[in-house]
């Protein structure tokens, strides 16, 4: 997420319509820069500086004023900020399918009746993606965009693992097939995020799930109770972004 332009929207007024912009829309951006500053100050995002920095070389690079840096800073933020919701909005559309694929009516039948007994699939222990985990993560301000990837490589790995025990032939492969997909087309959407923005803790957890040699101690869990997991932590953390019913 891009850092908020570091104007407090007392710059000289006059300066500002002295450039030909209307009173209405001066009073517009100032009140889209409180906006802004006040959601930034309760954030977590890291690399304020740089980030600020980055932006102001940005207006300079396109040769604006002295007085037009705050104007010009205040528009690239809210355009980036539009930029991320568009992806969001994907995200949305797929992860809403994959909860229609993921209810319990389905889940129940291709991830319990269709497996023998207490039948286990073994998993590394960060590939256990709890409720209880998310909280934790969020307490240490991991920054919601790191958890829901980290989610997504969580759920991907595990139902890859389910998939790889199963033939062809089975009653549950095309089922788990579908949600290997829809997990790719997901894949292709946090492709667009910068993996330099993920907080490090997620960075280091991601690099263990897919590394077999760096993961912790593997786990025997059935195959329903790891799916369970995996839309119990979607609801968590792609309710109030995708504003889902609470039923």
């Known amino acids: 997420m891009l850092c908020p332009p570091n104007w407090d929207g007392q710059s000289d007024r006059r300066g500002s319509l002295a450039l030909g912009f209307p009173a209405g829309f001066v009073s517009g ?8 500053n006040r959601s930034y100050r309760r954030s977590q995002v890291k690399s304020n500086a740089v980030r600020r920095d980055g932006l102001d070389l940005l207006c300079s690079l396109l040769d604006t004023s002295f007085a037009m840096r705050p104007l010009c800073t205040s528009l690239i933020y809210v355009l980036a900020v539009l930029g991320l919701e568009a992806v969001m909005q994907k995200e949305c559309e797929i ?9 319990y009516k389905e889940r129940l039948q291709y991830m319990k009746y269709y497996f023998p007994l207490n039948y286990t699939v073994t998993v590394q222990y960060e590939e256990v993606l709890r409720t209880s985990n998310v909280s934790r993560l969020r307490d240490e301000a991991i920054t919601e965009p790191s958890l829901r990837y980290l989610w997504f490589h969580v759920s991907s790995q595990v139902v890859l693992k389910i998939r790889d025990v199963l033939p062809e032939q089975h009653p549950s492969w095309s089922y788990t097939q579908e949600l290997c997909d829809l997990l790719e087309g997901l894949g292709a959407e946090y492709e667009k995020y910068k993996q330099g923005d993920m907080d490090i803790v997620v960075a280091d957890l991601v690099k263990r799930i897919h590394d077999a040699e760096a993961g912790s101690n593997r786990k025997p869990v059935r195959p329903k109770a790891l799916l369970d997991n995996c839309v119990k932590v979607m609801r968590m953390l792609y309710s109030t972004p995708c504003k889902w019913d609470s039923a």
Do not use: E, P
């Not at 951006?29 to 802004?36: D, E, G, K, S």
């Open 29 to 36: 951006v100032r009140v889209v820069n409180v906006i802004v």
């Open 95 to 103: 992860v809403g399918i994959l909860q229609d694929k993921l209810k």
